[in-house]
């Protein structure tokens, strides 16, 4: 079944910049033709943080409905957004959600752990997933794709949105195995408008991470 959701960024009376995107899911289809609840967060994040994205380069990795990579274009970020190369409907839905918000994004199949020649021309600055670390045999695959985009900048840095449920220990474990480190761990809920929290449940943790240039990654 298709819906329409509303999502609202600021709001024009108070100061004029604010927006909404208009995102296409399908409840019964695939994972990511759905806005999970780490989505609307990490979205909330770029907004919140916005004068943070002008003239940057962005990633979404597992995009699906592609809410904060929207949000990261409408203010000034230059956004290619991703998801699994062999999921053709997330693919062609991503381009419907630009096209009915008239927001100008790449779109590419980008597997994690699989890569392609336009995989080493990224180089963004900031890379965002929102629930990407939900299937634990997944996560290697992620980081070592998380691993190489910040190695292509490294002053770049992943910003991602998980459920607690999604095993602590082995994100601590392989941030140590791919050269990584967090610099900020935030509750997702501590920064969210009231008015957004009344439809979201669950414990949903917010990382920046970043190279471990003292343990391994050395910056160039
Ligand atoms: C739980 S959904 C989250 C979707 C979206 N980020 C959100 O929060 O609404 C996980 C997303 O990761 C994508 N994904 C899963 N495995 C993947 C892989 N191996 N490579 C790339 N993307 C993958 C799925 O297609 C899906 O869009």
């Not at 607690?164 to 994100?171: A, E, K, Q």
């Not at 990382?207 to 003292?214: P, S």
Request: with cysteine; proline share 2%; net charge negative.
């Amino acid at each position: 079944m298709t819906t329409f959701s509303d999502h609202h960024f600021g709001s024009y009376e108070d100061t004029g910049d604010g927006f909404s995107i208009t995102i296409i899911e399908n409840m019964k289809e695939e994972y990511g033709l759905f806005v999970w609840p780490c989505s609307i967060i990490l979205a909330e994040y770029v907004w919140q943080q916005r004068s943070r994205y002008t003239g940057t380069t962005v990633v979404e990795l597992g995009a699906g409905t592609s809410l904060p990579g929207l949000v990261a274009a409408k203010v000034g970020a230059e956004v290619t957004l991703t998801d699994d190369s062999n999921r053709s409907e997330v693919l062609i839905h991503m381009r419907r959600q630009c096209d009915l918000n008239n927001i100008k994004c790449k779109i590419h199949g980008l597997t994690w752990g699989v890569w392609d020649t336009h995989t080493f021309s990224l180089c963004p600055n900031i890379i965002l997933g929102a629930d990407v670390l939900y299937e634990s045999c997944a996560f290697d695959d992620l980081f070592a794709t998380v691993a190489f985009l910040l190695q292509s900048n490294p002053s770049s840095v992943f910003i991602t949105t998980y459920h607690n449920r999604s095993g602590h220990h082995l994100i601590g474990f392989l941030m140590v195995k791919w050269g990584l480190k967090c610099v900020k761990l935030l509750d997702g809920f501590t920064f969210m408008p009231s008015s957004k929290t009344s439809s979201l449940s669950g414990n949903i943790q917010l990382a920046e991470i970043v190279l471990d240039t003292a343990n391994g990654n050395k910056k160039n």
